[in-house]
């Protein structure tokens, strides 16, 4: 009898305790390092990114989180095989199989969420795990809590399968469910490109086509520094300049063509190209030969030259269709060697090239002007680090007082009139506080002009960041200047959207000219979540204000207010917007193309953009008035939407533009200038429009019909114009000079 009631004992014990140890697990907050991870992210948008908190979050910042009447989800576990017979959770097996060939697919992330949409207040919460590559391989097995809507994810940190979601209905207590997640591992782009010279449309041989894959859209195409790019190329273009290349879109593909003597082309190819191949126009690249010295002109080696240019500028330079061009910086780098010489090669022409020098990985000299070359142009430079001379002076007020433990600002004028200190500034900004008796010095200035004068401060001073010119001659060992600062006041104001709704993060512009001595004053502010802004100081006087939003607003009307003014209101009209598509006129099929918005009116900006790949288009925050509708491809094919008038937040939808036949037209200036700008017209239609460096020419696809071309060049800009006519499929040619 005894026996029993001790075995009854025993078994009493050890359920009480499992039963503890069960409700612990369930109560306890996860340790770092463990399975577990609990995550905060929007309910009301499925599919988003799961944003991880830090574990440790104060319990009674959890539950203010959500209201009484919400308790929170059940956390989603991981639990041993020991202790999953002592829950009443369910189990779900997730296998990851390659689309098509149903193999299995190891080393996936699988996520596996509490769907719960309907509860935004809840947070959702994540468990994660790795398919494993075992006995039973591309399989990973979760605990979880019954009755919860879920979604799986999986995806590869190395790309070679397509990030895959699903969502899977509540599990049954004790449930055991498995699911398959078939993933994408084919490449589906296959992309194929004709490399052209820019100049004379002759194909170019063995130019190499370099990609970088990575998984982010944003990835910056340096192929020094990105860790994703291959320096060997991934294919060669053949003797007719044609190319052909296969990737996945998840990988974000971009691509970097080089051939020897041309600049280098970025873009990034998407799928639905297998019908059309891309034609890429290198432009013929330039040569630097530089030499890195210090102030008294003894070589420096080991020195880094680094030369970037917007690839935007690069791409719409001229006018050639790129898919989509890379949103990053075109750098070119080199070291100088024991002499202090090195040389860049294949440097993109007519374009800024901005210069930064670099020892030990660190900023050197940075505040060069812009640089900008000829095609075929090989240039020697000399650019020095450091300088001899001490600029040493004092501030002082309208009063002649002086003033003490203020910051003073140098940097590199790049005119030779004073100027109005924004907060960004240029690269070469030094920066010095003066001393109790208003005293500063700055040592090592290179020879030229530089602005000095108080730097900006945050709302609320009264000093006016006005800058002075000082001029530092060769070989000057000090150069004594004195700032006199002006106290100002504020403009102050709000922006609001047409919905009478405060405009947010919008950009206010203020714009004057000083009567004094008729300085351009040109700064601007973002507002705060609010619409509020606040532009200041300034000097006494009348300024011109428009506001710019990030929405699908237009720029306002000119606003005018005094230093001092409060309570400004800016208004931003409602802009048009065209919706639309892309056809060919032949097969009716959607096609990508280049979209040209050109105004009619001179004040009015035009719009360029790429439609989307099946030739859909939403054209947005359109300024009202005229304008026509440019589509073209590079296969030659255009089509034109004449004069179309829009008013203020007036939409257009269903817009088809129809692709047909169009003629290739090149323009050349043969003149003395150094270069010059031309426009063509079908009608009144602007169909084409570039400048163009001495020495290249412009093609544009227009349509068949009569053409005019309008020519402006030379510091007069003297005008000249011609009129011929082009057929369907014809290549033509008009050449101008000085004379016409």
Known sequence: MRAKLAIALALAIVLVIATIAWVRSMTSVPHEGSEERRVEANHGTRGAEAVLITPEVPAEVRQSAVPPQSPPLPRAKVTSPAARAQTTDATLVVRCIAKGAGSPLVGMQVTVEADDSANAASPR??????????????????????????????????????????????????????????MDVDDDIHFQGLVLAADTRSPIERANVFVALDDKPDYDFNLAKSKGTLRTPAVITDARGRFELNSASWRHPRLRIESTGYASAYLAPHSGHEKETATILLERGADLDVLVADAKGS?????????????????????????????????????TDAQGRCQLHGLAASAPLFVVLMKDQKIARQDFPSLTLNGGEVRSVTWTIGGVCTVVGVVLDDANARIAHRNVRLEHAYRPTPTYFTRDGNTSIRKATTNADGEFSFSGVEPGQWWIGIAPQLDGHDLVPMAQVCDVPDGAKRVDV?????????????VMRPDDQPAKEATVWLTGDQAQDGTRIVTYVFTDLSGKFALGPLPSGQFQLTAEAQYDDVPSEAVIARDGTDNVVIKLPAGARLDGQVIDAATHEGRRAELVLSARGPAIANKIQATEEDGSFSLGGIQSGTYDLIARIEEGRIAVMRAVTLGDGERREKIVLALQAGARLTVRYKGAADGCSFRMFSGDAIVGADELPKGEAGVRVVPAGRIRVELSFGPDAKRMSRELDVTAGEEKEITFGDDG
């Open 125 to 182: 919460v994540i468990i994660e795990g790795t398919t494993t590559g075992t006995s039973d391989p591309g399989m990973v097995e979760f605990n979880i809590h019954p009755e919860i809507a879920l979604v799986v994810r999986a995806r590869s940190e190395r790309g070679e399968a397509k990030p895959t979601s699903t969502e899977v209905p509540a599990l049954q207590a004790l449930e055991r469910r498995e699911i398959r997640i078939e």
């Open 299 to 335: 070589p420096l080696a080991d020195i880094t030259v680094l030369l970037h240019a917007d690839n935007r500028r690069l791409s719409e330079s001229r006018g050639t269709l790129v898919l989509s061009s890379v949103q990053s910086d075109a750098t070119w780098s080199a070291t």
């Open 482 to 494: 004195t700032v006199v600062a002006h106290r100002g006041g504020y403009i102050r104001g709000q």
